[in-house]
């Protein structure tokens, strides 16, 4: 992987080693072609083992684990919170004052995947301050990051040489009348302090991956990843179990798409009475640009394009006013694209040359790159989000205002309401409770009854207002008619289209788009993209990009749908290469690339990847994203 | 035979790309993901398994700079280090703070502390001086082994093999010494979240350099650019370099 190569020889030529050992034993023990004997799922392709997680190659069949010793380390807390992002801080902030204003002993824990509080944070982002202003009335005078107040807000829709303006008219939900833009990285590291300040234990570098459950089924808490195991699935000498940490109530707040959740919909069958959830990938960047062209406050989104009329997406541009004349934007492409040929990352690339914004750009600097998925589903895919034993927070059931793109305060929100139904339950002295994991159903009426849900409900149809023949045109007239006049109080509710990985339609019934090469002053090839994210994880670890089948990408994938994940995946994670031994193709994964945007397990069509978490402290290295 | 002094550096990420600072007087750090430089997780391994194999009683971790050193510290005790020493050196003074101030500091918390060695990684990330773990060793007087692959305790004596240019040396100096850690001497174990919550219940002591004596680095003299040899060759007979 070209990666390897840019940083210097001294860290990896240890390691390398060690890879080139393992994967010279691996080829010599798996050499293709052979069939698999002892993977649970036979696979009669020529295959080359990709998979070595222990999630799909359980370890307690395995000879290379006997003797191993795997009991773990446990503690007890009150609260443990999975997730250092907007919910899971506010819900830890909130807990913490509550418990300090009536004098009450309380331990939170929080654990959170990146090696420090904001380094996985990635958003636009225009903060509205009124989760804020309920948390802390005094943000401004502890120092909060809120530094640019929005002026000017600017909405075009897009052609390709041409720019049409379509007024901001008070009472639209993209207006931004008292919000802010934000770093949101940095907002989310100094909520990191104050909940430090107020007494939570916040654990960076360590990620939640296993959920572990009572004898009745409810949740007991979560168990820390394991580290020190090698690529191929055997143990290290470095080997250590995680750590369990077990909680009355555990809050899961993953964000968008979380691995954790995605087991919890299943085990407690959450999302029964709800649609499938629908997102988008947002790819940004930040740019360093001529001072004469900055202009702080100013907010410009547009639609149009370089996407299709029925390919939902914008963009967003945002100037910042922190001292250095710095633009954060970016774009946003609904996932539930239909065409395999399509790449977000380079349709982001090739709208920074429209003129409007190419303008802008001109003269200046790339200083960051990331990418996230968001959810798009609104009301119509809120799952149920309280089980024994815990709750979900956050974008992880997914409580973002698609139209007026800002999910932060919904999801600050939400931690602050959980926190709330918690903290009587959890202090009370005589704790009566049906499971072991208490079960607090409060949280999901209090949701009800704020403004968290009134806000949804009212956005509801617009996003689905996408979906007809007119796509984007029918759905700006939808909103400016039923939105901007009614408020989302017609009495019906339209559906989304089903599942993302569902809409792809097979590559010989589309045309392949020919995107620009990058020009390398405006548009950049993905590996130096990716370089600029900061994004490392530790070589010698199983991929966490697991799949349920190793057969299944090259026989399903490639063959029908040319292999979109070398195109969603804004890291380039995913390459189909050519087999070294004969005719064919295989899949390979450059793990180390992975920027936890979860856009694979999404829009994966055959559903196959299974995004599981890496080593803690691994992933991306976001400063202010 | 009883104390290690360990020296453990905060540095950017290795997978991090630097940027510079618009007004060019230093790259940007705040924000910016840092953790403890390799060659110094190598040398706290090394400690670490030394005092398993009972041959040293105790590990202390040392670390110069602002408040977030201390991170760095936490992560040196969650590895197996026993106390912490946090130098507290913050603002202009730390950016001016190069490897002979550090070893003056290391001198002299090594003759406070009555340690038998001091180890070091051999460079740090970040500027590559490649020069503490020398510096500390003339100012103390003590021997050292630089470089080392392996290191082995051998009475009163330690057998040290080091990566040189030609290959592999071998030598034995006596305690106490100084040693400097290279890539190949051992694999640095994980600081797992147990570890790490019993670190927060270990002591780091905080103290300043002019608590050891130790004085304000000088200010920097700005470099002059030359256009030829002759030039260079002139300029340094003028200031009596040669």
């Known amino acids: 992987m070209l990666i390897h190569t840019m940083f210097p020889a001294s860290r990896y030529s240890i390691q390398a080693q060690r890879c080139i050992r393992v994967l010279k034993t691996v080829k010599a023990d798996h050499a293709p072609p052979q069939l698999y004997t002892w993977r649970w799922k036979c696979s009669s392709a020529v295959t080359p083992r990709i998979t070595s997680h222990y999630t799909i190659c359980p370890r307690d069949k395995d000879p290379r684990?006997?003797?191993?010793?795997?009991?773990?380390?446990?503690?007890?807390?009150?609260?443990?919170?999975?997730?250092?992002?907007?919910?899971?801080?506010?819900?830890?902030?909130?807990?913490?004052?509550?418990?300090?204003?009536?004098?009450?002993?309380?331990?939170?824990?929080?654990?959170?995947?990146?090696?420090?509080?904001?380094?996985?944070?990635?958003?636009?982002?225009?903060?509205?301050?009124?989760?804020?202003?309920?948390?802390?009335?005094?943000?401004?005078?502890?120092?909060?990051?809120?530094?640019?107040?929005?002026?000017?807000?600017?909405?075009?829709?897009?052609?390709?040489?041409?720019?049409?303006?379509?007024?901001?008219?008070?009472?639209?939900?993209?207006?931004?009348?008292?919000?802010?833009?934000?770093?949101?990285?940095?907002?989310?590291?100094?909520?990191?302090?104050?909940?430090?300040?107020?007494?939570?234990?916040?654990?960076?570098?360590?990620?939640?991956?296993?959920?572990?459950?009572?004898?009745?089924?409810?949740?007991?808490?979560?168990?820390?990843?394991?580290?020190?195991?090698?690529?191929?699935?055997?143990?290290?000498?470095v080997f250590e179990r995680g750590m369990e940490l077990h909680a009355k109530v555990t809050l899961f707040g993953e964000g968008c798409h979380g691995h954790l959740a995605k087991q919890l919909y299943r085990?407690?069958?959450?999302?029964?009475?709800?649609?499938?959830?629908?997102?988008?990938?947002?790819?940004?960047?930040?740019?360093?640009i001529d001072e004469k062209k900055w202009r702080p406050g100013r907010v410009e989104h547009s639609v149009g394009w370089p996407l299709n009329r029925n390919t939902y997406g914008g963009s967003f541009l945002y100037h910042l006013n922190e001292g250095e004349p710095l633009v954060a934007l970016g774009v946003v492409v609904g996932l539930d694209y239909t065409n395999p040929y399509l790449s977000p990352f380079r349709e982001f690339q090739r709208w920074k040359h429209h003129p409007f914004i190419a303008k802008t750009l001109e003269g200046g600097n790339r200083i960051a790159y990331g990418a996230r998925a968001l959810n798009e589903g609104g009301y119509q895919c809120l799952p149920k989000v309280t089980f024994p034993g815990g709750m979900l927070i956050g974008c992880s059931p997914g409580f973002m205002n698609v139209p007026k793109i800002k999910g932060t305060h919904t999801a600050m929100k939400s931690g602050m309401l959980a926190a709330e139904a918690i903290f009587p339950k959890v202090t009370a002295k005589d704790l009566a409770s049906e499971t072991a994991g208490l079960h607090v159903p409060e949280y999901e009426d209090n949701l009800k009854k704020s403004w968290i849900w009134k806000e949804l409900y009212s956005v509801r149809n617009i996003r689905p207002s996408f979906h007809s023949y007119f796509g984007l045109y029918g759905g700006m007239v939808y909103t400016g008619v039923f939105y901007w006049i009614l408020r989302g109080k017609e009495p019906w509710t339209l559906k989304h289209a089903g599942l993302d990985s569902a809409q792809l339609r097979p590559a010989k019934e589309c045309t392949a788009i020919e995107y620009p090469k990058p020009d390398?002053?405006?548009?950049?090839?993905?590996?130096?993209?990716?370089?600029?994210?900061?994004?490392?994880?530790?070589?010698?670890?199983?991929?966490?990009?697991?799949?349920?089948?190793?057969s299944v990408p090259v026989a399903n994938n490639l063959a029908i749908y040319d292999g979109p994940e070398q195109r969603f995946c804004p890291a380039g994670v995913y390459e189909y290469v050519p087999l070294e031994t004969g005719e064919g193709m295989r899949l390979q994964i450059n793990a180390q690339n992975c920027v936890h945007c979860k856009t694979c397990d999404i829009k994966d069509p055959s559903q196959n990847i299974n995004w599981v978490v890496p080593e803690g402290s691994g992933g991306p290295a976001y400063n202010g994203m | 035979m009883s104390r290690v002094l360990v020296g453990v550096k905060r540095v950017i990420d290795y997978a991090v790309k630097i940027r510079v600072k618009p007004d060019h007087s230093g790259v940007v750090t705040d924000g910016v993901k840092h953790s403890m430089n390799p060659f110094c997780e190598i040398a706290v391994e090394e400690a670490v398994k030394l005092k398993?194999?009972?041959?040293?009683?105790?590990?202390?971790?040392?670390?110069?700079?602002?408040?977030?050193?201390?991170?760095?510290?936490?992560?040196?005790?969650?590895?197996?280090?026993?106390?912490?020493?946090?130098?507290?050196?913050?603002?202009?003074?730390?950016?001016?703070?190069?490897?002979?101030?550090?070893?003056?500091?290391?001198?002299?918390?090594?003759?406070?502390?009555?340690?038998?060695?001091?180890?070091?990684?051999?460079?740090?990330?970040?500027?590559?001086?490649?020069?503490?773990?020398?510096?500390?060793?003339?100012?103390?007087?003590?021997?050292?082994?630089?470089?080392?692959?392996?290191?082995?305790?051998?009475?009163?004596?330690?057998?040290?093999?080091?990566?040189?240019?030609?290959?592999?040396?071998?030598?034995?100096?006596?305690?106490?010494?100084?040693?400097?850690?290279?890539?190949?001497?051992?694999?640095?174990?994980?600081?797992?979240?147990?570890?790490?919550?019993?670190?927060?219940?270990?002591?780091?002591?905080?103290?300043?350099?002019?608590?050891?004596?130790?004085?304000?680095?000088?200010?920097?003299?700005?470099?002059?650019?030359?256009?030829?040899?002759?030039?260079?060759?002139?300029?340094?007979?003028?200031?009596?370099?040669?």
């Open chain 1, 65 to 237: 684990w006997e003797g191993v010793e795997m009991e773990r380390f446990a503690d007890e807390a009150d609260v443990v919170i999975v997730g250092g992002g907007p919910a899971g801080l506010s819900a830890a902030i909130r807990l913490k004052q509550l418990a300090n204003e009536q004098e009450k002993e309380l331990r939170v824990c929080l654990v959170e995947k990146a090696s420090q509080i904001g380094a996985h944070t990635l958003s636009g982002a225009c903060l509205e301050p009124s989760a804020l202003n309920e948390l802390f009335s005094d943000w401004k005078e502890r120092g909060a990051p809120l530094n640019t107040p929005v002026t000017e807000d600017v909405f075009s829709l897009l052609t390709k040489k041409y720019r049409i303006p379509v007024p901001m008219l008070p009472g639209l939900p993209m207006n931004n009348h008292g919000n802010y833009i934000v770093r949101l990285g940095h907002f989310v590291r100094w909520l990191g302090e104050q909940a430090e300040e107020l007494g939570v234990e916040i654990y960076p570098g360590y990620a939640a991956a296993e959920v572990l459950f009572h004898e009745d089924g409810s949740v007991k808490g979560i168990a820390t990843n394991d580290v020190g195991i090698a690529k191929d699935g055997s143990p290290k000498d």
């Open chain 1, 267 to 288: 085990q407690f069958n959450l999302r029964e009475n709800c649609e499938p959830q629908t997102y988008a990938i947002g790819l940004k960047e930040v740019w360093l």
């Open chain 1, 520 to 550: 390398g002053k405006l548009s950049f090839d993905l590996l130096s993209s990716v370089a600029l994210s900061g994004t490392n994880h530790e070589g010698d670890q199983p991929p966490h990009l697991t799949l349920k089948d190793d």
């Open chain 2, 52 to 242: 398993e194999k009972k041959f040293i009683k105790e590990v202390v971790a040392v670390s110069c700079g602002p408040t977030q050193v201390t991170e760095t510290i936490r992560t040196a005790l969650a590895m197996g280090c026993d106390r912490g020493i946090h130098v507290e050196v913050s603002g202009k003074d730390y950016e001016a703070m190069g490897p002979l101030q550090i070893s003056k500091i290391f001198a002299a918390l090594a003759k406070k502390e009555e340690a038998s060695l001091v180890i070091l990684g051999k460079q740090a990330i970040d500027d590559d001086c490649n020069q503490t773990g020398q510096m500390t060793a003339a100012l103390l007087d003590w021997p050292q082994g630089t470089f080392a692959s392996e290191v082995t305790i051998d009475g009163e004596k330690v057998k040290v093999v080091r990566e040189i240019d030609g290959g592999l040396e071998t030598i034995k100096i006596s305690m106490p010494a100084v040693l400097t850690a290279d890539l190949r001497l051992n694999t640095p174990r994980y600081a797992t979240l147990p570890n790490i919550m019993k670190a927060k219940k270990k002591k780091i002591a905080n103290m300043k350099p002019a608590d050891l004596g130790v004085d304000e680095p000088p200010t920097r003299l700005a470099g002059v650019k030359v256009e030829t040899v002759d030039d260079l060759v002139a300029k340094l007979k003028a200031n009596g370099t040669i």
